[in-house]
T-cell receptor, first 114, second 114 residues
């Protein structure tokens, strides 16, 4: 079946540190991959996405590359800010068909200290 | 603000009761998705509607049902509530159905079953 595994949190970093949150997936077909972010008390927001192998999604300094050979979609940011403190979810949408339901990882809570 | 509204924001009810959660999608969006976020299960897809018809079903219990009305708003009905149904319920909407279309999430309804 389809599933997403992401690194357990919480992750605590100092401002300007480098961030990596690991995400691997299991899927049949050709899924699209996503990173969503959830700020305290809010709903999820799409951060970036990639729809095929070797695609790189990027937004607000965050990047992730769709690696089919390692079934991974790790999230990276070169220099985190306090405002990046949130919960980050890796997700996939199974390939094929006209459905768009998302399958999420458990989420990784990031805290950035000044 | 994603443009997706959910009511109520909070709901506290007793075991065995029935509740209805409401979602209004963004203007023009035809597809509505329901997700459940709980501490033990994480974020799980429940059900999707597209233009009034059920399009995909996930891990939705038989005690739960949903529908999408002609004005495209959607309701999620939860009956015979159990303590384990306590969770945050999110609604998301997208222009159409399929992985090419970004989902916009509402702020969620927090359900507490006592």
């Amino acid at each position: 079946g389809n599933s997403v595994t992401q690194m357990e949190g919480p992750v605590t970093l100092s401002e300007e540190a480098f961030l990596t949150i690991n995400c691997t997936y299991t899927a049949t077909g050709y899924p699209s991959l996503f990173w969503y972010v959830q700020y305290p008390g809010e709903g999820l927001q799409l951060l970036l996405k990639a729809t095929k192998a070797d695609d790189k999604g990027s937004n607000k300094g965050f990047e992730a590359t769709y690696r089919k050979e390692t079934t991974s979609f790790h999230l990276e940011k070169g220099s985190v800010q306090v405002s990046d403190s949130a919960v980050y979810f890796c997700a996939l949408s199974p390939g094929g068909g006209s459905q768009g339901n998302l399958i999420f990882g458990k989420g990784t809570k990031l805290s950035v200290k000044p | 603000d994603s443009g997706v509204t959910q009511t109520p924001k909070h709901l506290i009810t007793a075991t065995g009761q029935r509740v209805t959660l409401r979602c209004s999608p963004r203007s023009g969006d035809l597809s509505v998705y329901w997700y459940q976020q709980s501490l033990d299960q994480g974020l799980q897809f429940l059900i999707q509607y597209y233009n009034g018809e059920e399009r995909a079903k996930g891990n939705i219990l038989e005690r739960f049902s949903a529908q999408q009305f002609p004005d495209l708003h959607s309701e999620l009905n939860l009956s015979s509530l159990e303590l384990g149904d306590s969770a945050l319920y999110f609604c998301a909407s997208s222009v159409s159905s399929g992985l090419a279309y970004e989902q916009y999430f509402g702020p969620g309804t927090r359900l507490t079953v006592t």
